[in-house]
């Protein structure tokens, strides 16, 4: 079964500082995603990682995929406070003709002042 | 605002109601989910539709009961729920389950509680 592992699952930072999102997976997968939820909210696709060494940036976000290790990064540059939010990876796995999408326990970020 | 439309947006029902929530999307995506999420939890797979197909159930108990009458609508029919379904709904749609580069779209969600 897969197993999706985020850290950390809480964090807290200053503006203008930087951080990284870790998320591991258990079994091989060649589809990764990180989603973004606001409170209350639904679930907005930030990126799609499809292959080993994948680097995708939108603004002062930046995510990247290490099939080989399992691991995929959603780095934050010079975090604002938009960027307050749960942040989830979803690793898509396929039995068959099956495709599941797992997800890990998402990381809520607080931005602060 | 989201390409997947839900409704309602929150409902209350009793545990002897029988109730439906409605999803519906026009990307021409075939692929259709359910998903179950708790607060302060990641959202829990129940259910698949493939090209109007039922594909995944992920042992949902009888009281929840999928329907895709075409490939742009998808149903939940619930019934004899328990407090402990309280929670929020989410749909989504996707391309195709083996398309590469489709990201699931989830819709805003039924806020569900059942008392």
């Known amino acids: 079964e897969l197993k999706v592992e985020q850290n950390p699952l809480f964090l807290s930072m200053q503006e203008g500082k930087n951080y990284t999102i870790y998320c591991n997976y258990s079994t091989t997968s060649d589809r990764l995603y990180w989603y973004r939820q606001d409170p209350g909210k639904s679930l907005e696709s930030l990126f799609v990682l499809l292959s080993n060494g994948a680097v995708k940036q939108e603004g002062r976000l930046m995510a990247s995929l290490d099939t080989k290790a399992r691991l995929s990064t959603l780095h934050i540059t010079a975090a604002v406070h938009d960027l307050s939010a749960t942040y989830f990876c979803?690793?898509?796995?396929?039995?068959?003709?099956?495709?599941?999408?797992?997800f890990g326990k998402g990381t809520l970020l607080t931005v602060n002042p | 605002d989201t390409e997947v439309t839900q409704t309602p947006k929150h409902l209350v029902m009793g545990m002897t109601n029988k109730k439906s929530l409605k999803c519906e999307q026009h990307m021409g995506h075939r692929a259709m989910y359910w998903y179950k999420q708790k607060a302060k939890k990641p959202p829990e797979l129940m259910f698949v539709?493939?090209?109007?197909?039922?594909?995944i159930n992920e042992s949902v108990p009888s009281r929840f009961s999928p329907e895709c009458p075409n490939s742009s609508l998808l149903n939940l029919h619930l019934h004899a729920l328990q407090p402990e379904d309280s929670a929020l709904y989410l749909c989504?749609?996707?391309?195709?389950?083996?398309?590469?580069?489709?990201?699931?779209?989830f819709g805003n969600g039924t806020r569900l509680t059942v008392t």
């Open positions: 539709y493939s090209y109007e197909k039922l594909s």
């Open positions: 979803a690793v898509m796995n396929s039995g068959g003709s099956n495709y599941k999408l797992t």
């Open positions: 989504a749609s996707s391309q195709d389950p083996s398309s590469y580069n489709s990201p699931l779209h």
